[in-house]
């Protein structure tokens, strides 16, 4: 099954020759694919419907800028969890192998409307806000050299949810005045992010304490 195969660029990124050029969906993809995320978790990050994730995986695959890795019977086993099946009959654990290689793909449902949020109490907590400047530059000071950084940079925020980027204001990383998130989905996304791509913890510096807002 397509969705489970798990591949990795065949150069490091900073080889790539300066003159190539790549749409930016395409850009996205190969980032994305780190040799640990599976084809269908990089479609659902990028939001790509199962045409636009063959067309991009094919034209990355036949310049041969991405690999497939060779998985083990493990990560396979744990690539087709997140894939949505019909619950059908039971079934032995190398049948059940077998059928995700057959199974159909599904379009992923559409979220749900938004309802309005209830007006906060006096006594409410205040809310914790991130600063996106601070975020970036964390970044960037986690390594000496500047493309290294920018390309870390460019993987933290490949990896969050395109929809939850765009709900929050955010569609590109090049602004001039600092960008504040109270999102906390989208706070909990980039320090994930920054834990899986840098290993180290979001620090608590990127955060400001804002008082929540007075009831009209």
């Not at 003159?19 to 850009?27: P, V």
């Not at 063959?54 to 997140?82: H, K, M, P, W, Y």
């Amino acid at each position: 099954m397509q969705s489970t195969k798990i591949f990795q660029p065949t150069w490091a990124l900073q080889q790539l020759p300066v003159t190539m050029k790549l749409t930016n969906m395409e850009w996205r993809f190969l980032i994305c694919s780190d040799g640990r995320a599976t084809v269908h978790q990089i479609q659902r990050r990028l939001a790509l419907s199962d045409k636009e994730r063959d067309f991009i995986l094919n034209r990355l695959c036949a310049s041969g800028l991405l690999t497939e890795r060779v998985v083990t019977l493990d990560e396979f086993a744990q690539a087709t969890v997140d894939i949505p099946s019909t619950q059908g009959e039971p079934r032995t654990f190398t049948e059940y192998l077998q059928s995700t290689e057959s199974a159909p793909s599904h379009q992923e449902k559409s979220m749900p409307a938004f309802s309005p949020l209830p007006k906060p109490s006096a006594s409410q907590p205040a809310a914790r806000t991130m600063s996106l400047q601070s975020v970036i530059q964390f970044i960037l000071n986690q390594h000496p050299d500047p493309t290294a950084g920018h390309l870390a940079t460019y993987q933290v925020f490949m990896g969050i949810s395109t929809q939850l980027l765009k709900r929050n204001g955010i569609t590109s990383l090049r602004f001039q005045d600092d960008r504040l998130i109270t999102d906390p989905e989208l706070q909990t996304a980039i320090a994930e992010n920054i834990q899986r791509v840098l290993k180290v913890p979001c620090p608590e510096e990127v955060f400001s304490q804002t008082p929540p807002p007075a009831n009209k």
